[in-house]
């Protein structure tokens, strides 16, 4: 690394120096993601048994080659042979090739042998088969290393490997996260400065990397307000019924992997403010989402809505003290489940 004249943050270097074949950095927006990621690979490339490759994963060709492509020709211009802008790939003087690769065309990262590979941005990754299918065989023969790379986008598979990463206690894999503060070179100022423009939400979901609130970034954490309930107002059940497609297809997956749907009881007043009685979220069974999704389908009758959405939420109705019809109440249900 001498001689190529790098120098890393201190969350680099913590990252870097950990002793585990699989990492998941979940990082905020500037926090230097992009920027170890380069340095990486061509550490991996250079230390790489001849014949291997490495492997540089963006979400689109487009981020590709404006992300990595030419920062990689510029830190490594001493120790790169040749590269070749059309094929995406560099090879290095001791001849191990450097692939740049984007999750738009997954067949063309078949048929590697990968001594090490990164997945930057890998939450804006939609299908984690790119890694389960195509990548993690491409690293059996050398046993190579793997780093997942990425702000959050939301509690999808990514989630799911740092959660794993965290939690399990696999010697193989390792979790960090880092926040934008982490990175003195951006000034804390502009960050507490952005702080003010952006919604609370954005700002934890970009800033603090935090999954909690990837994708929630409509609403102000300041604009609720707890009150009792008001008096006068009409209820109103608000579903948003997660991503059925998603869960056709992974019939037999572990419900983990699937989104949640979410159910809001609400009491619309007549000043158009929301009260909001109780915020019902999960990942119900799939059998019950199917059955709701076919009634949704042939019929736009609340009643019978109603009805079949009871088997999937039964407990919420005990939550409705002192309403005993289900006359009582409207039914929004998201546009986006119906239409999915
Ligand atoms: N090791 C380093 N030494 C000096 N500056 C660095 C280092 N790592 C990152 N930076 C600087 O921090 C800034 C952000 O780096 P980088 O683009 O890698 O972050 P990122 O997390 O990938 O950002 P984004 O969320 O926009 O993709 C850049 O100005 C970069 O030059
Ligand atoms: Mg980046």
């Known amino acids: 690394m ?50 291997s490759a490495v492997l540089y994963v963006g979400p689109t060709q487009a981020q590709t080659r404006q992300i990595a492509w030419d920062a990689i020709l510029d830190q490594g211009r001493e120790v790169i042979k040749s590269a070749h802008i059309n094929s995406m790939d560099i090879t290095l003087v001791n001849g191990v090739k450097i692939h740049l690769r984007s999750a738009e065309n997954p067949d063309t990262l078949r048929g590697l042998k990968l001594h090490f590979v990164v997945i930057d941005e890998a939450a804006f990754i939609k299908d984690s088969e790119i890694w389960t299918k195509v990548i993690r065989p491409a690293l059996s023969d050398l046993k190579g290393e793997a780093w997942f790379i990425s702000s959050p986008a939301g509690r ?37 400065a952005a702080e003010k423009t952006l919604s609370s939400f954005a700002f934890k979901s970009e800033f603090l990397a935090s999954f909690d609130t990837a994708g929630s970034d409509l609403f102000k954490e300041e604009w609720l307000k707890y009150t009792e309930e008001p008096q006068y107002g009409e209820y109103v059940i608000a579903i948003d019924l997660a991503g059925f497609e998603d ?3 992974n019939a037999g997956a572990a419900k983990k992997r699937l989104d949640e749907s979410a159910i809001t009881i609400c009491k619309v007043l007549d000043n158009g403010d929301w009260w909001v009685k109780d915020i019902l ?26 009805l079949v959405l009871l088997k999937i939420i039964g407990k919420c109705f005990n939550t409705l003290d002192g309403v005993s019809t289900f006359s009582n109440f409207n039914c929004v249900i998201s546009r986006n489940s119906i239409l999915n």
């Open 156 to 192: 999808n598979w990514l989630y799911d490997l740092y959660k794993y990463a965290l939690e399990s206690e696999d010697p193989e894999w390792g979790a960090w996260h880092k926040t934008t503060f982490d990175n003195p070179t951006i000034d804390k100022k502009e960050i507490e």
């Open 281 to 306: 979220h999960g990942r119900w069974d799939i059998r019950d989402k199917k059955r709701s999704l076919a009634v949704i389908g042939v019929s736009h009758n609340d009643d019978v809505i109603y």
């Open 247 to 249: 869960v056709a297809k």
């Open 2 to 51: 001498a001689n190529l004249n790098w120098s890393l943050l201190p969350w680099q270097i913590e990252v870097w120096q950990a002793p585990q074949r699989f990492k998941v950095i979940v990082a905020g927006r500037r926090t230097g993601k992009s920027n170890i990621s380069i340095k990486k690979i061509i550490a991996a490339g250079l230390e790489a048994p001849a014949g």
